[in-house]
């Protein structure tokens, strides 16, 4: 790869990923910031609620101490109704707000109840009554949240002290539900996620929104920002997780100016931003799927320069291999802009013409360099190309400044815009080495055609003479056998009793021997027969002479029983001599190998899967001895047989006689076996003209 192409897409691929880069990282930020945003308005809104809810509290606060003043002074003026008076109190406040009112005196034990409650419990442990006690103040002490048998739920003390001639004598209080506060808190309508508490000024909860039950006699960790000491800030904003259910939220706190009460309201973080989270994950979404989109056309780009890369390489070596392989072929080619005439030559044409590299190609080189006698043909053929819109090719020669004489194959056409030819194209193809080729060939053809010819005519007259030499051989050779088989006989019948019993065992195995000689002759004699007959091709029914040969070889041994199978309408055109030497040689072999099969069966049937040759196959099947397919090979050769002649007799002449015949038909043959189960010969019989 060029450096200057690894440059450009270096710079592609940095330039995709910063634009990637920058474009999530602005998507982030806006979504950090609507985030930011949201956060800070829900910070306010938490602050204004809680100065809201403040004042509410301060409010209800200073009714109780409103109320409590009253109580007073209707104690000191008359105790014995202060029942009348604290009943008609509970009636006018919201219901469930108070829960009782309770009167103390000066040693903290209860003298009033507004429960009606017998008992005088002990409360002057209580911090609120030591507070008042010791102090000697009069002021609104609240207590905190305490569990009360009296209504068997958590209430809060709010007390002011009684005082008789400027002295402490006991405390009148209200006992605030923490419960009915719990159910003010969660008025404000907020999610069900966020919470409102009231907090006691040493961060013990006197109620809350959300788990109110679970907050009592718990406080809020010391880092609160309104339990700080030192700071005098009566309002302000904190984020944190929540003490019992461990939600983050944002909290605004306002601390009620009287009582030192603080109000905190949490906004639970996902809440505040869930009004916007489909729309910030809808803008994420977007903002990646133009990331992918960005990287896939930065990627597509560097795929296209690579593509072109590799195009401009391929380029280059396809044109580097096409000057080598026009100078493997000595094929060169030019290309004539007809509108400028100007022409263009590949490198070999320059070497085919034999033309300095350094001179402009020109029409006046390349007729130049054309035979003399061969111009007139360039030049017509050019011409009548461009006239009918046609390719052209032509063979002719050039005429080298030394003399020498080269032959090119040139080939064209012509391109036109519209009715103007434009453009015209070719090859030239230095082909003198094959025309010297080819001259050489055609001549050692017609060298081999005349060898070949006399060669044809000695191997025929050769063959004549081997078979005429075979016919005479087993001719002549039956008249001595004969004589030998007379005279042997003579002997036997004559003088039989006079020889010892190996003299009489010689003389039978004399007779026998001329006897497989004889039979040895008459196959031999049968099968020069066979290649010297002349072929009558005619109809034949082969189920007719099969039929035959079956009833012919039944007669010779009646004593024999054999299933015969034969298909009808099995008809072939061959020599119906010849047909009839197969079927006799074929049917008889299967007749001689079951000799010694119980319920021997032959059959002769059309071959249901051919020999892969075309031609109509037959097939002779038998269920006798078989034979070993390891010397399937020898079946057709003269002479070669696969039993010994103790168990079988025979020649070895029948089958190869078979193949001549089959053979001089034009079809083939075949012979399958296995030992002890049976054999089957199928042939086929090419159609005549095949």
Known sequence: MRRRTRLLLALVALLTLLSASFLWWQSERSRHQQREQLLAQADQRSLQLADAMANQVGALLSVLDLELGGLRREWARDPAGIDVEAQALLAALP???????????????VVYNSRGVPERPFVGDREHFQILQKSGADRLIIGKPVYSRVVNEWTFVVSRPLRRNGRFDGTVQFLVSTDYLSRRL???????????????????????????????????????????????????????????????RTYGWHRT???????????????????????????QAATGALVLLLLLCGGYIVWLLLRAERAQVALKDSEARLKEAQKLAQLGSWQLDLHDNRLNWSDEIYRILEVDPGEAPSYKHFIGAVHPEDRALINRTYKVSVEGRTPYEVVHRLLMGDGRVKHVREAGFTQFDGDQPARSVGTVQDITEMHRAEEALRKLNEELEVRVAERTRELSMLNRELEAFAYSVSHDLRTPLRTIDGFARVIEEDDGDKLSPQGRGHLRRIIAAVHRMGRLTSDLLALAQVSRAELRLEPVDLSAIARTVADELARSDADRSVAWHIEDGLQVVADPGLMRVVLENLLGNAWKYTGQTANARIEFTRAPEGLDDGAPAFCVRDNGAGFDMTYASQLFEPFKRLHRPQEFEGSGVGLATVHRVIERHGGRVR????VGQGAAFSFSVAAPGH
């Not at 219901?95 to 034990?109: E, M, P, R």
């Not at 959300?210 to 809020?220: E, L």
């Not at 012979?671 to 296995?674: A, D, L, Q």
């Open 257 to 283: 100016p009287e009582h030192g009460l603080v109000v905190a309201i949490g906004l639970e973080r996902a809440s505040v931003l869930e009004p916007v989270e489909a729309g910030l994950a809808r803008s």
């Open 186 to 248: 969660a008025a404000l309508q907020l999610s069900p996620r966020d919470v409102v508490a009231l907090v006691h000024t040493d961060g013990t909860f006197l109620a809350r929104s959300r788990d109110n039950a679970s907050a009592m006699g718990q406080r809020v960790p010391a880092d609160r920002p309104y339990l700080d000491t030192t700071r005098t800030e009566q309002a302000g904003i904190f984020h944190v997780e929540g003490l019992l259910d461990g939600t983050p």
């Open 671 to 674: 012979g399958e076996g296995v």
């Open 95 to 109: 219901a469930g707000f108070v829960t009782h009112i309770s009167l103390t005196d000066a040693q903290g034990y």
